[in-house]
């Protein structure tokens, strides 16, 4: 995960964390939420797992979890904790299918991150980092044309971001690049036109060739006889060369 990617992330847990945390605390929770906010990802996670599994623990215990793994690089138990708050989610059913995202988009597992950037969208259509990473994504797994589309959905839902300048920086030179490449394209389409013309051109011009010749010389019919006395000769039992 980039340190833009995750700065965001921890970002968006630790404003939730702050605006709730007074209301549903217990004493686990309190701790791991304490911890947590002081950037202690390695003690916090233990008492963030128990905190979870209290009746009544409120689902973000989970995402405090997952994120408190991602700072410590243990991205499979990120998304295991994840997982665990997406399947009693009610609220909050995007940013976990989020943070599944680019857990798996930090291991290089692009296909799976789409997925699950697919499915926050799907969630919450207006979520726009979801546009941007899945952009992010897209352009990483070659598909030009899906980034564009996303970068420009970010942008639509965030106009005044601060990576604004460089995201329509980026969508100018891949704008050229579609372009370029479509110009190469239509080249190599026109050469290959051109060299089935001439080949053709080529069959055509042998073809008649042998068309004149024929006319030319004595039919193959009228000396049949002369042939005879050479058929045992012919390797019948044996391949082409």
Do not use: C
């Not at 950037?117 to 030009?144: C, E, H, M, V, W």
């Not at 290959?192 to 006319?215: C, I, K, P, T, Y």
């Amino acid at each position: 995960m980039s340190r833009l990617m995750r700065n965001a992330a921890v970002a968006l847990v630790v404003l939730a964390a702050v605006s709730a945390f007074p209301l549903w605390a217990s004493d686990l929770s309190e701790r791991g939420t304490r911890l947590f906010l002081d950037n202690k990802p390695a003690e916090a996670a233990p008492v963030l797992e128990l905190a979870a599994k209290e009746p009544g623990a409120d689902e973000r215990l989970y995402l405090y979890l997952g994120v408190a793994y991602q700072q410590l690089g243990r991205w499979d138990d990120a998304i295991g904790a994840f997982r665990k708050g997406l399947a009693s989610s009610i609220q909050y059913r995007h940013t976990f299918q989020f943070n599944i995202a680019n857990s798996f988009f930090a291991q290089g597992k692009t296909s799976f991150a789409l997925e699950y950037y697919d499915q926050t969208i799907a969630s919450d259509p207006r979520y726009a980092p979801a546009y941007l990473n899945r952009a992010n994504a897209r352009f990483k797994s070659g598909d030009l044309k899906g980034a564009v589309e996303d970068y420009s959905s970010y942008l639509a839902l965030e106009p005044s971001s601060p990576q604004g300048p460089l995201i329509r920086s980026l969508l100018e030179r891949l704008a050229k690049k579609a372009a370029s490449d479509e110009l190469a394209k239509a080249a190599a389409e026109a050469a290959r036109l051109a060299e089935e013309a001439a080949r053709q051109a080529m069959l055509d011009s042998v073809a008649q060739s042998l068309l004149e010749g024929a006319g030319n010389t004595t039919s193959l019919s009228a000396g049949s006889g002369d042939l005879e006395g050479y058929v045992e000769e012919l390797p019948l039992d044996e391949e082409a060369p």
